[in-house]
């Protein structure tokens, strides 16, 4: 199970959308594992993602994180999680973290096949796979599917429809660039897996409506 399994869009809307989780096993292989966890971010901030953040140090990029910082405060328990929108990034830290085998469990949230086809392409075979069954229940009190593809990339449900129809009348108006707004809407998820380049995309693709 994982928190970011829940993003809604259709397959075109999901592009450009790859979610980063790596961590130990607790009670067992966690302990002493800080060193590992530490060079995993190493290899991921010198990749570059998208976004990234830690539930341990209650910041993310968008909030302005120091990576040096960020990377000493790691612990033995400590998840690293983050976002990328470029398919080479991601399949670059793969490669790199099956190079140096640190043996720490990663999960890739994406397009199922585009996934598989990440690993073949670096030569690793999928664990197992965890699949969305979608939404049920009262879904006519959900706000609207395009509201949805901005809040559901906060797994934790930090980033309000409201704040989303703000932003987007905002940019719709002039009063602030998509890039603006779309790191306002990133800032309130800690994880770091709120693409906030898929979010200046959708943005200006509704000034274009």
């Known amino acids: ?19 980063f989780i790596s961590r130990p096993a607790m009670g067992i292989n966690h302990e002493g594992c800080a060193p590992r966890i530490r060079r995993s971010l190493q290899i991921i901030f010198e990749v570059g993602p998208t976004n990234l953040g830690s539930l341990t140090t209650k910041e993310n990029m968008a909030l302005g994180l120091n990576p040096e910082e960020m990377i000493s405060k790691m612990e033995d328990n400590s998840p690293i999680m983050c976002c990328f929108h470029d398919r080479e990034k991601i399949k670059e830290v793969l490669t790199r973290l099956k190079e140096e085998d ?23 075979k999928p664990h197992s796979a965890g699949i969305s069954l979608g939404i049920y229940g009262k879904t006519e009190l959900l706000p ?15 980033v309000s429809a409201g704040i989303v129809k703000q932003m987007k009348e905002s940019v719709k108006k002039g009063i602030m660039s998509s890039e603006e707004a779309a790191n306002i809407l990133s800032a309130p998820c800690l994880c770091g897996i709120f693409n906030n380049v898929k979010a200046q995309k959708m943005l200006d693709e509704e000034c274009e409506k």
């Open 144 to 158: 609207e599917e395009d509201v949805l593809c901005f809040t559901t990339m906060c797994g934790h449900a930090m």
């Open 1 to 19: 199970m994982t928190h970011s399994l829940h993003r809604i869009g259709s397959s075109d809307n999901k592009q450009g959308d790859y979610v």
């Open 102 to 124: 640190l043996g720490l469990s990663v999960v890739v949230t994406g397009e199922m096949e585009d996934v598989v086809e990440l690993c073949r392409e670096v030569g690793l």
